[in-house]
């Protein structure tokens, strides 16, 4: 039984480029999560995911965010023309159903933005 | 923003000696959760309890919750070297939301 698993794990991006990062949920959890978590900070909530719908995004800083999950399985949290103020470490979590239950989270992507 | 906050931020114990992390929530909710993250690590799901409980265990740790004072303490019984990690709460608000305080960095020392 596989994990959650997120790639790449570390990410450079220079300013202004752009970066996408995935995550492979565990098999047939219904609801996925994205995080960002500052160093020496508590993970903050970013957007969330049951199935393909987009439930909640309210959590993403800015327009340059956007997630997707297509298929109601992998997910992918793309940055547009990145600043150094996103870099971070972004989470991905997932649970069998809904919010209220056990999130399982990945391993993370530490992005640095140079 | 982060509704919860973990006291004391930091906290350094003798191995086998009990520990003790609180955190305080401002809403209402529907669970409070404990999660562990270790350096480099991820975050591992430690307990869950819903509102309508007042006390739960597992193995070592003790979880309270009191919705009165919008307060929840973990409590780690006999500490061991692997315990050192940061402990973070997290709340299900009746807006869905999840939301992490910013964790207690528990150091168990040999």
Known sequence: GAGVSQSPRYKVAKRGQDVALRCDPISGHVSLFWYQQA???????????QNEA????????????????PEGSVSTLKIQRTQQEDSAVYLCASS???????????????LTVT | SQQGEEDPQALSIQEGENATMNCSYKT??????????????????????RSNEREKHSGRLRVTLDTSKKSSSLLITASRAADTASYFCATADRDDKIIFGK????????
Do not use: C, M
């Not at chain 1, 160093?39 to 995911?49: A, C």
């Open chain 2, 28 to 49: 209402s909710i529907n669970n409070l959760q404990w999660y562990r993250q270790n350096s480099g690590r991820g975050l591992v799901h430690l307990i869950l309890i």
């Open chain 1, 96 to 110: 069998l159903a809904g919010l209220f239950h056990e999130q399982y989270f990945g391993p993370g992507t530490r």
């Open chain 1, 39 to 49: 160093l020496g900070q508590g993970p903050e909530f970013l957007t969330y995911f």
């Open chain 1, 54 to 69: 987009q439930l909640d995004k309210s959590g993403l800083p800015s327009d340059r965010f956007f997630a997707e999950r």
């Open chain 2, 103 to 110: 964790g207690t960095r528990l150091h168990i020392l040999p």
